[in-house]
C-alpha cells in the first residue's frame, strides 16, 4: 500500500490529507489558534464535585469547564497528585530524582470522586477529548508520553508490548531490551513500529520521553493553574510519528516553514525517510492539483456513490449514525444472493473508509442488502472487521443480526468532519435566474467603449465557455466579435476560461494585466 501526505497551509491553519493508493481516507485540520488538542498537559483547577455523576469539573482556562469522570483517575492518581503538589512547590533549580518518588496505594476501581478530590486540589491532566459541540474537553489522569517506538507512563513498573507484533520471540527481545533500560517508576508500553529496532534506537527514543517529563517538572515550577504545561506535536509530527512506515512515498507541503519543520522532524525520527518530503511550487492549489478536493466533495454529504452504481445514505441523529446500503443499478449476475454480497463487500469497504475520513464516532448502525445465507453473512462480518484494522481509532464491530443490521462502535477523539457539499449558486445566489445573455453582451460592449475611448489598446476579454461560444457563433465576419472588432477599429482577443461563472468576464492589457471596471 502506498501513502502519501498532502499538506495544505494557509493563513487559518494547516489542512492535512492522507491518501492510501491515492483515494482519501484521513483528513485533519489544524487552526492557527487552535487549543485544547489532545495529548496536552495541562495544570487545572477542581471546580465542582458532582457525586451523582462520581465526576469532576476542571477549569482549564476554556469556557466551558472540562470533564473528568472517576474512571479516568488513574489507579496511580494519588502519586499525581503527589507529584504534582512536589513539583508546584520546587525551589531553584533543583531537579526531582523521579526514581527516588515513593508511589502511593492505587485507588479502588469503584470509589468516589469526594475521596479523591474532596479538597479540590489542583491536578495535572491530559486531554483525551477536544471540546466538540458545546461539551468542553473530556480529561484523563492516566498520563502518557507517546514517542516513535514506545509510550512511557509514570507512577508504575509496567512493561507491556504491542499484540500486533506476533512473533513471541521478538515481543520477548522487545520487553527484555525495555527493562534494561527503563529507570524505575516509569511504565512502559512498547509500540508495533519498534518491531526490529535494536537498544540504542529504544534507548534514543526512551531519553526523549524521558527529557519531555523534565520539561513538564520544570514547567510546574510556580504554575498557578489554569496553565498548559506541555503541549502535543503539531498534527503533522504527531501523524507522522503514528503512521511513518515502509509504505509512505510523499509528504509534499505547500509552505516553506511547515517543509523545513517536517524535515527536520524526519531527521531525528527517520533520517533515511527524509527524501520523500517535497515542497510544492506549481500553480494552482495544492489540493486540486492532486484530486483531493475532487474527492472532498465526492465522499461528504448525505449520499455517497459507489464505483458500482451502488451507493451509500449516511445520516447522523442524536444518539447514533445510520447508514443504508443501496445496490442502485449494480448487478453481476442473475443471483439475487451473489447480487446482494457483492454490492454488501463494496459497500463495507467504502464504509469503513467514510467512518476515518469523517471521523464518526459513538454506535454506527448499518443496514446491509438482505441475505439469506449465513455463510454470506459471516464473510461480510469478517470483511468488515479486515477493512476496519487500519482504523487507529478503538472500535468494535458485530455479526449481522437477524434483521440483517450491523452494528459498530468507534472511539472519537475530535469533533466529527463535516463538510456542505451543496452550495449557493455564485451566478444567481439561489434565485434561480440569472440576467439575459443580450443584458451581459450590452454591458460588455459599454465597457468595451469606455475602455478604447480611454486608449487602451491589445485588450484581451476572457469569458465562460458558454458565453465565448455566443459571442463567436455564426461565420467569423458576422459574429458579435467581429462586430465589435470592426466598430472599434481594433482587434479583440477572446480567450474561454471554465473556471469563470457563466456571466463572469474580465478585461486584460497587452501586459495581460487585469484591468479593474
Known sequence: MNKDLIINATPAGVDIALLENSKLVELHNEKTDSQFAVGDLYLGKVKKLMPALNAAFIDLGYEKDAFLHYTDLSPYVKSLLKFTQQAMKAQGDTVMDFSKFEIEPEIIKTG?????????????????????????????????????????????????????????????RLQKIIEAVRPRNFGVIV????????????????????????????????????????????????????????????????????????KSYLQKIAPEKEGIVSLYQSPGGIFDSFGITKQVKASFGKTVNLN???????????????????????????????????TNLEAAEEISR???????????????????????????????????????????????????????TRQRMRPEVNINTQEICPTCNGTGKIGSSLILEDEMEKNLNYLITHRHTGLKLVVHPIMYAYLTKGWWFNSKLSKWNKKFGQKIKLEPNSAYQLVEYRFFNKENEEIKM
Request: hydrophobic share 40%; proline share 3%.
Open 191 to 262: 509500540r508495533t513500529a519498534a518491531e526490529g529496532k535494536n537498544t540504542a534506537e529504544l534507548y534514543e527514543d526512551l531519553t526523549n520521553l524521558l527529557n519531555s517529563w523534565k520539561t513538564i517538572e520544570q514547567n510546574l515550577k510556580g504554575a498557578v493553574a489554569p496553565a498548559k504545561i506541555l503541549s502535543e506535536q503539531n498534527k503533522t509530527n504527531s501523524i507522522l510519528r503514528d503512521l511513518l512506515n515502509a509504505d509512505f512515498n510523499r509528504i509534499i507541503v505547500n509552505s516553506k516553514n511547515v517543509y523545513n519543520e517536517t
Open 308 to 342: 458500482s452504481g451502488a451507493y451509500l445514505i449516511i445520516e447522523h441523529t442524536e444518539a447514533l449514525h445510520v447508514i443504508d446500503v443501496n445496490s442502485g443499478y449494480k448487478n453481476v449476475g442473475n443471483n439475487q444472493e451473489q447480487n446482494a454480497l457483492a
Open 112 to 172: 468516589k470522586i469526594t475521596e479523591v478530590l474532596g479538597g479540590k486540589p489542583h491536578i495535572l491532566v491530559q486531554i483525551l477529548k477536544e471540546p466538540i459541540a458545546a461539551k468542553g474537553p473530556r480529561l484523563s489522569c492516566e498520563l502518557s508520553l507517546p514517542g516513535r517506538y514506545i509510550v512511557i507512563t509514570p507512577f508504575n513498573n509496567i512493561v507491556a508490548v504491542s499484540k500486533k507484533i506476533h512473533s513471541s520471540e521478538e515481543r520477548k
Open 354 to 408: 467514510q467512518l476515518r475520513l469523517r471521523d464518526i464516532g459513538g454506535i454506527i448502525v448499518v443496514d446491509f442488502i438482505d441475505m439469506k445465507l449465513a455463510e454470506n453473512k459471516r464473510a461480510l462480518y469478517e470483511k468488515m472487521e479486515e477493512f476496519m484494522k487500519t482504523d487507529r481509532a478503538r472500535h468494535s464491530v458485530l455479526p449481522i443480526s437477524k434483521f440483517g443490521l450491523m452494528q459498530i
